[in-house]
């Protein structure tokens, strides 16, 4: 039976480390789950050789992918190189053109170049930007989870987000979005499941929802 088992790999997002994955749990008698963290980026690594190095962690044959925010666009990067039983993308694009015009603008000025060394130095401008909320009552929060803040990963991360070239969705990856996401407000279109009251932290304040579906993605 173990060969049965399906080992659902899950990448967390930008400067978020995995456990922001600590409350999902599925059968034990049909997933393994796997965290996978960032490892820090070469010098001017093109994000294809990222995923391929990412990819060198997953020995299983029978594996799954999911990802979150910049961590979906990895997978999806990630499945361009090798064949997965399941990819999953959740709070994320499918494509270059749902990236919000604020990002297109970053990109066009090449401000992702000055930017980072801010986010570096405030916590609460990165939670901003990589969960699209500001700090109130969550600061210890925001410490638990955002703890990847080497700026060289910074520097790369938002370079890879702002100017992905991806031009269409992949076809057979599930996406999944919450339509009151404010970092990604336009990826609720065709072809997504529509989480309903998801924000960008959905992975995390609606753990239940997920426990709830992803079986049945994953087998179907």
């Known amino acids: 039976m173990s060969q049965d088992i399906i080992h659902l790999y899950l990448m967390p997002g ?67 190189l090798r064949d997965f039983k399941t990819v999953i993308v959740v709070s994320s694009v499918k494509s270059k053109h749902e990236l919000p015009k604020r990002m297109k603008l970053v990109k066009l000025t090449k401000a992702y170049k000055i930017l980072p060394t801010q986010l570096v130095k405030n916590i609460d401008y990165l939670a901003k930007y990589a969960f699209g909320e500001t700090i109130t009552k969550r600061l210890e929060l925001y410490k638990k989870y955002l703890s990847v803040t080497n700026k060289r990963y910074l520097d790369w991360a938002i370079k890879e987000v702002v100017c992905w070239e991806q031009n269409e969705p992949l076809k057979g990856v599930i996406y ?37 579906n992803l079986p049945s993605l994953l087998v179907n």
């Open 14 to 80: 930008m400067a978020a480390n995995p456990t922001i994955f600590e409350h999902i749990k599925l059968p034990e008698s049909q997933f393994k789950i796997l965290w996978l963290d960032w490892l820090i980026p070469e010098p001017n690594e093109h994000i294809k050789a990222y995923a391929q190095r990412m990819n060198a962690r997953i020995t299983e044959s029978n594996a799954a992918l999911l990802g979150v925010s910049f961590g979906g666009i990895l997978v999806q990067e990630m499945s361009k």
């Open 176 to 212: 999944i979005h919450g339509d009151k996401d404010p970092v990604f407000p336009h990826s609720c279109t065709e072809d997504t499941l529509v989480v309903k009251g998801g924000t960008h932290i959905m992975i995390i304040n609606k753990y239940k929802w997920f426990n709830e």
